[in-house]
């Protein structure tokens, strides 16, 4: 799976899980073409996930954080807006934006940005604007009633 195809496939679902398990679609399985049991770093496709998840998890296009379990998930742009006008239904941490480090080490470091820092101004706008129900309906099942 390309970069190009792996952000289609996220802006497609609109939530996804990186690699946990639960209801929403997991990009790891999508770019390795098949269900990855344990963990995707043994995978022999590992190095292309690596590659393909780090891109994806870099564009300005996708919010990574823990929405879903606590578990890193991957938000399009598009449902931005609803998750914005959800906010108040989620706990804080839910939403904060999740940006890993390697270093050079090989230690995995996380830093958090919390919410509304994140949030750029058209993004609120737009969240102002929308009805309740009409953020509800475009982020589906994810949203808390």
Same mark, same amino acid.
């Given at each position: ?5 792996? &952000? ?36 022999? @496709?590992?190095?292309?996930?690596? @590659? ?21 998930? &991957? ?10 006008? &959800? ?57 808390? @009633?």
């Amino acid at each position: 799976m390309t970069e190009a195809e792996a &952000l289609a496939f996220v802006e497609q679902h609109g939530v996804v899980l990186v690699s946990a398990q639960g209801a929403a679609p997991k990009l790891v399985d999508a770019i390795a073409g098949e269900p990855v049991r344990g963990s995707w770093w043994g995978h022999p @496709r590992g190095k292309e996930i690596f @590659r393909v998840l780090s891109a994806v998890q870099a564009s300005p296009d996708i919010l990574v954080c823990r929405l879903l379990a606590g578990k890193l998930t &991957l938000v399009h742009r598009r449902l931005w807006p609803a998750l914005v006008r &959800l906010a108040d239904r989620f706990a804080p941490e839910r939403i904060e934006r999740v940006r890993e480090e390697h270093t050079a080490s090989g230690k995995h470091v996380s830093h958090e940005e919390p919410f509304p820092a994140w949030v750029p101004a058209q993004v609120l706008a737009e969240a102002e604007r929308m009805a309740h129900d009409e953020a509800e309906r475009l982020l589906g099942a994810w949203a808390p @009633r």
